[in-house]
């Protein structure tokens, strides 16, 4: 049985950080790349950033280019999302994404 499980969200202010994680289970981790979405409330799901399977690629939205930074540990399965300089505009549901599943999501809120 496939499952992403996100972990780390939560309250914050403007400027301040959040790690984000998403443990992977019940398919090879280390063959897929791996994505995180987020999802503001009345607003489509977005893309954020997606990693290689080796780690070796990254890729980010124009909206958190030089503030995010996505890794994985294959050794681990787990995917991370380090997070900083938050802004109000990154509130939402953030999803880990792999090999076609879906998380259930983890809710980040900045405001002060």
């Known amino acids: 049985q496939v499952q992403l499980r996100e972990s780390g969200g939560g309250l914050v202010q403007p400027g301040g950080s959040l790690r984000l994680s998403c443990a992977a289970s019940g398919f090879t981790f280390r063959r897929y790349f791996m994505t995180w979405y987020r999802q503001a409330p009345g607003k489509e799901r977005e893309w954020v950033a997606d990693i290689s399977p080796n780690g070796g690629s990254t890729s980010y939205g124009d909206s958190v280019k030089g503030r995010f930074t996505i890794s994985r540990n294959n050794a681990q399965n787990t995917v991370t999302l380090q997070m900083n300089s938050l802004k109000p505009e990154d509130t939402g549901v953030y999803y880990c994404?792999?090999?076609?599943?879906w998380g259930q999501g983890t809710q980040v809120t900045v405001s002060s």
């Open positions: 994404h792999g090999a076609e599943y």
